[in-house]
């Protein structure tokens, strides 16, 4: 059956997450410096991940919700320091803004560009990048997210409700990420056909194969053009 849909990872799919995830944590480090100097010191960027850490493991209820991990690492830090009013709202924009300020990968845009020519695109992502912010939610037919949906790959619901927002079957769907356990084993289970996205030249040690492995979009791309081409 022919590919009729793409659903894309986002993070270390279409850019790399670290450096906009460390400069949020900078961001929001610097303006606890300026504004609450005492919550900065006694939570520095170190501590303030452990204790982000702590706090996903001590509520794994909110293990698809990376939002409110982090909003709740904002109050548990205030509240540490005897302040039970923390600035959440305010502190969450500065992160959000800087998560999002992600430099694409240089083939994520002409190939995102050339696969959306033909056939429908849908992301799904584990954390809380936001398409519109970064500015390339016109690529897409859906966005989906796990806080959003409730629950976080590898769970079949997840890729089960791209499937229902395009109204294709999930074999006639190709998922592509770089996350052998997250996307691949997670899009085979729900009965996607996918693609691992190996941009590091790392070998598949995960059990059974995907179906395909490109090293970038592009080839990705090149893929989708051959198969149109050739009705696959
Ligand atoms: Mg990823």
Known sequence: MPIRAVSLDLDDTLWPVLPALIEAEHCVDRWLKQHHPDVAS???IEAMRELREKVARENTHLSH???EQRRLTIRHAFAACGIHD????????IYFAARNNVELYPDTLPALDRIASRMPLVSISNGNADLEVIGLHTYFHTRLNASGVGVAKPHPQIFLAAADALGIAPQDILHVGDDPLLDVVGARDAGMRTVWLNRTGERWSHGPAPDLEFPDMTALADWIDAASAAGR
Request: charged fraction near 30%; avoid cysteine; aromatic fraction near 22%.
């Open 42 to 44: 006694a939570w520095p």
């Open 65 to 67: 919700d990376f939002s």
């Open 86 to 93: 923390a600035p959440v709202d305010e502190l969450w924009r």
